[in-house]
């Protein structure tokens, strides 16, 4: 790497503005981002950080505006074409190929590089030399700390956090100088995340730059040295270290003071006698063994541990998407003795609800609209006798749900991949709540939600327990499990390792001690 002085500017954008129809993303927005730092971006859904982000990274132009890297003029023309010159992102969602291997995925569309002859313009041709590509790829992902994953393995066989960190290791490889990181973390395990913040501070310490966004404030007050807040498309203002803090960072965000409980208020944690959903005696390899839970009627019950302890697995089990290979779930909401279910349609029909971890793939179509995701699971709602669907019904079902859960977009019509991620979870929530499902599993329902938002839906979540309905919340934050829950489960190579109920006193040092 050529000399380079600390601290000097590496990337500009000046005046950048995007408009979506009559949304305006940005406005005029001015950054700066320095040698040896690590910027982030913090705003609510919908604020501006990843269209910002994803401009100067070449994933979309902007309408106005100027931009300078290594104060030269910059005018990406793609994501791969930024990457290969110095400015790479790792995207929020999986942006993995499934059917391909993960060397192919690092590679695509760079396969010419391992192609046998050299034309006299310096580009290859013929046949690839699959065996170097593989240890290319394979010496990438050591590099990163991901050595656990094969090169040779198909990438539809990799969970989410592995995806997520093939997507790590192509970014990684292309050295980039500039490297966007956004809200990668989420995704991941701690595992995972320390391996993101490795890279992090092996980009401060070569002075190169991190933009970095996330919503987790203690991780970003923690891994960043200034803080920029965005709120509706505006850099409202920017901290450095020693000028951090929760509240004044919380009201730049949403232009306010938070109002009311962040959490639940109360620390009763009682709830109805009649059990809804069950799994008896399940068995599925290692993520569960000889596994039984029950969940009451206006209950909220938690579900934590480690990343692959297994917990996951249970909220599929419970929708009926993946069938244990011994014992079975019952759901209770129509016959006393309880029905098996058999599928998600068939729990969608009893009122079970699912919010999935990897939402892009398993809770929407991205492809189709905000209209076509909400109305999918509520037309006996609207639908006259079940099967005539009218457009100015179905119109007036999806706004209201798009008005109560206060989805950022221009239209109903709106695809669903152009949303925020916050925004898109809006979604999927208004989905099952259109449909009045009885029973919420929620598997790591805030992922991606900034904190005003997390808010709003934990109130949300109470309210329904109080109307008698029926949550299992998923997650790897404990914080948020032992804020909410009436009960505690904790889990560990697919058992139960302890039960707590809810309590003031309850610290997470006593409950981590059962995960590890």
């Not at 290969?84 to 942006?95: K, L, Y």
């Not at 068939?346 to 699912?354: D, L, S, V």
């Not at 009885?438 to 805030?446: H, S």
Request: overall charge negative; hydrophobic content about 40%.
């Amino acid at each position: 790497m050529e000399q380079t002085a600390r601290h000097e500017v590496i990337l500009e954008c000046r005046g950048i503005t995007k408009v979506f129809g009559p949304v305006v993303a940005l406005d005029r927005v001015d950054l700066l981002v320095k040698r040896g730092e690590v910027r982030g971006l913090i705003g609510e859904n919908g604020s501006g950080k990843s269209t910002v982000t994803s401009i100067f990274s070449g994933m979309q132009p902007a309408d106005s505006g100027e931009m300078f890297y290594k104060g030269q003029p910059w005018k990406p023309r793609s994501m791969e074409w930024a990457a290969t010159r110095g400015v790479g992102m790792i995207v929020q969602e999986t942006g993995t190929v499934p059917e391909i291997t993960v060397a192919e995925n690092m590679f695509l569309c760079q396969a010419d590089r391992f192609a046998s002859f050299r034309k006299k313009n310096g580009s290859r041709w013929g046949f690839i030399n699959g065996s170097a590509m593989m240890r290319a790829a394979q010496k990438a992902l050591d590099d990163i700390g991901a050595s656990h994953i094969d090169a040779r393995a198909r990438t539809d066989t990799l969970d989410m956090q592995d995806r997520k960190l093939v997507e790590v290791a192509k970014v990684w490889m292309q050295e980039p100088e500039v490297l966007v990181v956004d809200e990668t973390t989420t995704a991941l395990s701690q595992k995972g995340r320390d391996i993101i913040y490795d890279l992090m501070d092996r980009m401060r310490k070569s002075d190169r730059a991190v933009v970095f966004i996330s919503h987790d404030l203690d991780e970003i007050k923690e891994r960043c040295d200034t803080l920029t807040v965005l709120r509706d498309g505006h850099i409202i203002r920017t901290f450095e270290k020693a000028e951090y803090d929760d509240d004044a960072i919380r009201a730049s965000m949403i232009g306010r003071e938070m109002q009311g409980d962040y959490y639940r208020g109360d620390w009763d944690g009682s709830h109805g006698d009649k059990v809804v959903l069950e799994i008896r005696n399940a068995d599925l390899g290692d993520q569960m063994v000889d596994f039984s839970l029950q969940a009451h009627e206006g209950e909220i019950l938690g579900i934590g541990g480690l990343s692959h302890c297994g917990m996951h697995t249970v909220g599929k089990v419970l929708f009926g998407d993946i069938k244990p290979a011994r014992g079975m779930v019952l759901v209770y909401t129509r016959k006393e003795e309880g029905e098996p279910v058999v599928n998600p349609a068939f729990a969608m029909k009893r009122g079970i609800g699912y919010v999935a971890k990897d939402r892009d793939v398993e809770s929407l179509n991205t492809q189709t609209s905000i209209r076509d995701n909400i109305a999918i699971a509520g037309l006996d709602r609207f639908a006259i006798k079940n099967f005539l669907i009218t457009y100015r019904r179905e119109k007036t079902y999806v706004e209201r749900q798009r008005d109560t859960m206060q989805i950022k977009c221009f239209s109903i019509d709106q695809e669903v991949s152009q949303l925020s991620g916050g925004n898109k979870q809006k979604v999927v929530f208004g989905k099952w709540l259109g449909c009045d499902s009885q029973i919420l599993i929620l598997d790591c329902p805030t992922r991606g939600i900034d904190v005003g938002v997390k808010q709003s839906m934990y109130q949300m979540m109470y309210q329904m327990k109080k109307q008698g309905k029926t949550i299992i919340m998923i997650s790897e934050e404990m914080s948020e499990l032992m804020g909410m829950s009436d009960r505690l489960i904790i889990m560990k190579d697919g058992h139960i390792t302890k039960e707590f109920a809810r309590s003031a006193d309850l610290s997470d040092h006593e409950i981590i001690k059962y995960m590890i």
